[in-house]
């Protein structure tokens, strides 16, 4: 008799513990999982707020029109809508500290583009992309590691096609 | 016993929350949350922009191609939009609906749905469920009104075989002359008429004359006398000796093929008798053939034969001289240009002090030596001219035994031309030059030559003011007539095409090219730098203008008779008095399924989540 209590009290015991663990770790797993902290919250409104400026900039002629590296106000990569590929060149001269300043960010960028089927189109044969130096658009995680990642897609004529430019933006 | 057990199965639980806290923040710790902010007014609004800015002629696009090459797009130059919109347009909205994914369904995130719509109906869409949120993008795009096709028949008219009303000038420059009383000095003028249909002729003369207020000389063409100058229509009188100018209709004594025109000047007192500026040959006549314009194009004019008889002694003195221009259009390199004359009987009584230059052959191009020379005999040589000639109108003046109002001839003197039976040996100038304005090569199109007097009456300078209209005009000449002659200077709209380069230096016709007409009113002014010379309003504007021989497609009518008798209506029209079309060719061209253009229209690209 002695022996079937003390068994069951053990059995209860292992189990509220067992039930307290577990739902402890399935809140932390939720409250990690969709980022719910306010800091976390905040940095990626930060982080949308900038890509977007980021797309609208690069999608515009830029200041002045005809800009160049050395006289650029504001980073825009088209003439009459489409893609200029000068200025793109003119762009990925730019040092990148200077460029995230006239991007208006203080986060670090990487664009690229890609066609319909999402295959990389270089912008030129040596180069992918433009952004962060040592990044490219497969290793931004493992390279950086950022606390927030987010990415913004626009659609853009480049060189008679409709190609995608992807903007990713993080911390 | 059985308490020892439990205890056991307290640490497991513990060591298993441990090891469950410590995957959880692992799993944290490579945790990297990756946000793809797709907007649905970017996605709306880029895929409606890049629809409107990509055409056809530049996409790479295999279904287009196809669409192309079976003919369902016939405009490359459309946007891929507006492509879309004329497929809608003439009802076809299966390829609409394609086209539209094919441009689309690619490039649009895989989680948002979409449509593309125009005046609301929908052409293509991808169903996803809506949560509510959609955002539109629209463009405003020329417009093909949809089921309001017709069919009917376009024409046009080309004309094969033209018959044209065209006007020739032929020069009679100023050329002389014999000296002393009993003197004469006989000129013959050759021209060529290339027409069996001649309209009117009319001969002008401005002969500059002795003491005598009655002339004495004669007039023939073709052999048959010609009453000019009696009287005369203007007569001046100048240092005692009398100028007059006249014109007379030599219609029914042309002929075609080659003219002879003699003019017999006798002298019967002091000075000599010579032609004035003014003196032509206007022929209109009917002619076939179409502008045929030629890279190279090579001229050659003849002097006129002037023999001048007298020469027994120096008061009897004989010498022939003449003037002959060069044209020189812009825009052309000139290949070559001679001047080869022909002097016969050569021989002087000597140079009289009075002539600057010592010999009894001198030759001017413009105010500059070409040579001067002393021959006795025979005179034929050829000078190469071409790196001497300017813009415009150039002058070739040749004394022979004489320097007026010098005149040092003995025996007869004779400036040789005789272009229908001695072209080779006969004196005339020549120019070879290469267009290389391509603007001045116009094909297909039908030449003209038309001619205008000058209007009022005679006057010290004179202007006219012609608006050429829609007309292309390829090169125009001012005729000027004048009594009395020295300096004349010719303006085309304010800017100076020719002034006289030396006495008696006035040809009779003076080139204007063609790009110093300007659209609207031309302004055309001649002056004379001498007070008493007047310039008379038969001085004449000739110009060449260029019509063309078809008209396009026109409207579309319901019967094909409708549409050929539109197209020969405009073709009529375009050609105008001077031109008759004996033979056009009508083309029918029967038209189906033609769209009618109307306003714009609305697309416009929903997307949503």
């Keep these: 008799m002695l022996s079937i209590l003390t068994k069951a009290q053990v059995f209860s015991l292992d189990l509220i513990i067992a039930m307290l663990v577990f739902g402890s770790a399935i809140l932390i797993y939720y409250k990690n999982i969709t980022n719910l902290s306010d800091q976390d919250e905040e940095l990626l409104d930060d982080l949308l707020i900038d890509v977007k400026s980021i797309s609208n900039s690069l999608v515009s002629q830029g200041y002045p029109y005809n800009w160049n590296k050395d006289n650029v106000v504001r980073i825009g990569i088209t003439d009459n809508n489409r893609v200029s590929e000068e200025k793109l060149a003119e762009f990925s001269k730019i040092p990148y500290k200077e460029s995230k300043k006239l991007l208006g960010t203080i986060y670090d960028y990487y664009v690229f583009f890609t066609d319909r089927n999402n295959n990389i189109m270089q912008i030129n044969s040596s180069l992918e992309g433009i952004g962060k130096p040592g990044v490219n658009f497969t290793n931004i995680q493992t390279v950086e590691n950022p606390k927030k990642l987010v990415k913004v897609t626009r659609l853009i004529v480049k060189e008679s096609e409709i190609e995608k430019m992807v903007i990713y933006l993080w911390d | 016993?059985?308490?020892?057990?439990?205890?056991?199965?307290?640490?497991?639980?513990?060591?298993?929350?441990?090891?469950?806290?410590?995957?959880?923040?692992?799993?944290?710790?490579?945790?990297?949350?990756?946000?793809?902010?797709?907007?649905?007014?970017?996605?709306?609004?880029?895929?409606?922009?890049?629809?409107?800015?990509?055409?056809?002629?530049?996409?790479?696009?295999?279904?287009?191609?196809?669409?192309?090459?079976?003919?369902?797009?016939?405009?490359?130059?459309?946007?891929?939009?507006?492509?879309?919109?004329?497929?809608?347009?003439?009802?076809?909205?299966?390829?609409?609906?394609?086209?539209?994914?094919?441009?689309?369904?690619?490039?649009?995130?895989?989680?948002?749905?979409?449509?593309?719509?125009?005046?609301?109906?929908?052409?293509?869409?991808?169903?996803?469920?809506?949560?509510?949120?959609?955002?539109?993008?629209?463009?405003?795009?020329?417009?093909?009104?949809?089921?309001?096709?017709?069919?009917?028949?376009?024409?046009?008219?080309?004309?094969?075989?033209?018959?044209?009303?065209?006007?020739?000038?032929?020069?009679?420059?100023?050329?002389?002359?014999?000296?002393?009383?009993?003197?004469?000095?006989?000129?013959?003028?050759?021209?060529?008429?290339?027409?069996?249909?001649?309209?009117?002729?009319?001969?002008?003369?401005?002969?500059?004359?002795?003491?005598?207020?009655?002339?004495?000389?004669?007039?023939?063409?073709?052999?048959?006398p010609t009453n000019i100058g009696n009287p005369w229509l203007y007569t001046q009188e100048k240092d005692v000796t009398h100028i007059g100018f006249d014109f007379v209709d030599i219609t029914n004594d042309v002929i075609s093929g080659w003219n002879e025109l003699k003019i017999k000047f006798l002298i019967q007192s002091d000075d000599h008798t010579h032609i004035h500026p003014g003196s032509k040959i206007i022929v209109e006549y009917?002619?076939?053939?179409?502008?045929?314009?030629?890279?190279?194009?090579?001229?050659?004019?003849?002097?006129?034969?002037?023999?001048?008889?007298?020469?027994?002694?120096?008061?009897?003195?004989?010498?022939?001289?003449?003037?002959?221009?060069?044209?020189?259009?812009?825009?052309?390199?000139?290949?070559?240009?001679?001047?080869?004359?022909?002097?016969?009987?050569?021989?002087?009584?000597?140079?009289?002090?009075?002539?600057?230059?010592?010999?009894?052959?001198?030759?001017?191009?413009?105010?500059?030596?070409?040579?001067?020379?002393?021959?006795?005999?025979?005179?034929?040589?050829?000078?190469?001219?071409?790196?001497?000639?300017?813009?415009?109108?150039?002058?070739?003046?040749?004394?022979?035994?004489?320097?007026?109002?010098?005149?040092?001839?003995?025996?007869?003197?004779?400036?040789?031309?005789?272009?229908?039976?001695?072209?080779?040996?006969?004196?005339?100038?020549?120019?070879?030059?290469?267009?290389?304005?391509?603007?001045k090569l116009q094909y297909g199109k039908i030449d003209v030559s038309l001619i205008e007097s000058f209007d009022g009456s005679m006057s010290n300078g004179k202007s006219y003011t012609k608006d050429f209209g829609d007309y292309d005009i390829i090169e125009s000449f001012i005729q000027v007539a004048q009594l009395d002659s020295g300096i004349v200077s010719v303006n085309a709209n304010s800017q100076n095409v020719f002034t006289t380069p030396r006495p008696l230096a006035t040809p009779s016709s003076i080139y204007i090219d063609s790009d110093y007409l300007i659209e609207g009113e031309n302004n055309f002014d001649v002056s004379d730098s001498c007070s008493d010379c007047y310039i008379l309003n038969e001085t004449t504007l000739q110009y060449y203008v260029l019509i063309p021989s078809l008209v396009g497609y026109g409207q579309i009518f319901d019967t094909e008779e409708d549409a050929v008798s539109d197209a020969e209506e405009r073709l009529n029209l375009l050609l105008g008095d001077y031109v008759k079309a004996t033979q056009i060719n009508k083309e029918v061209n029967p038209v189906g399924g033609v769209p009618s253009l109307w306003g714009p229209i609305i697309a416009e690209v929903r997307v949503w989540h």
Excluded at chain 2, 188 to 195: H, L, P, T, V, W
């Design chain 2, 1 to 224: 016993m059985g308490l020892k057990k439990g205890f056991f199965f307290t640490v497991d639980s513990i060591i298993g929350a441990g090891i469950i806290t410590i995957g959880i923040l692992l799993l944290y710790t490579f945790y990297i949350v990756e946000p793809s902010y797709t907007s649905l007014g970017y996605s709306s609004h880029d895929i409606i922009n890049a629809l409107s800015e990509l055409k056809i002629n530049e996409v790479n696009n295999p279904y287009v191609d196809e669409l192309i090459s079976t003919g369902e797009i016939t405009n490359p130059e459309n946007t891929i939009l507006e492509q879309i919109g004329e497929f809608w347009a003439l009802d076809k909205t299966d390829k609409a609906g394609n086209l539209t994914k094919e441009f689309t369904n690619d490039f649009i995130d895989e989680n948002l749905g979409f449509g593309f719509y125009i005046e609301g109906e929908e052409i293509y869409s991808r169903i996803k469920s809506n949560d509510g949120i959609s955002m539109t993008s629209k463009k405003m795009i020329s417009g093909i009104q949809r089921y309001r096709t017709r069919e009917g028949f376009t024409a046009r008219a080309i004309a094969t075989k033209v018959t044209k009303n065209t006007t020739e000038v032929f020069m009679i420059n100023p050329e002389g002359s014999s000296h002393g009383p009993g003197t004469t000095a006989d000129i013959i003028k050759k021209f060529y008429i290339n027409s069996s249909d001649v309209i009117k002729a009319t001969l002008f003369l401005t002969v500059h004359w002795g003491t005598s207020a009655t002339p004495s000389n004669d007039f023939d063409l073709n052999g048959v």
């Design chain 2, 286 to 439: 009917e002619s076939t053939g179409k502008f045929v314009p030629s890279k190279l194009v090579e001229k050659r004019f003849y002097f006129d034969n002037v023999l001048s008889k007298g020469g027994n002694n120096l008061n009897k003195a004989t010498g022939a001289w003449s003037v002959l221009p060069i044209f020189v259009p812009k825009g052309v390199i000139i290949k070559n240009a001679t001047l080869h004359i022909v002097g016969k009987d050569l021989k002087s009584f000597g140079i009289p002090d009075g002539v600057p230059e010592k010999g009894n052959v001198q030759l001017y191009l413009n105010d500059e030596k070409i040579e001067i020379l002393n021959v006795t005999g025979t005179l034929n040589k050829t000078y190469d001219i071409k790196d001497s000639l300017g813009e415009g109108t150039n002058v070739v003046s040749v004394y022979l035994n004489c320097y007026p109002d010098y005149f040092f001839g003995e025996g007869e003197t004779l400036l040789y031309s005789d272009p229908e039976n001695d072209p080779e040996d006969s004196s005339y100038v020549e120019i070879e030059y290469e267009i290389i304005d391509t603007t």
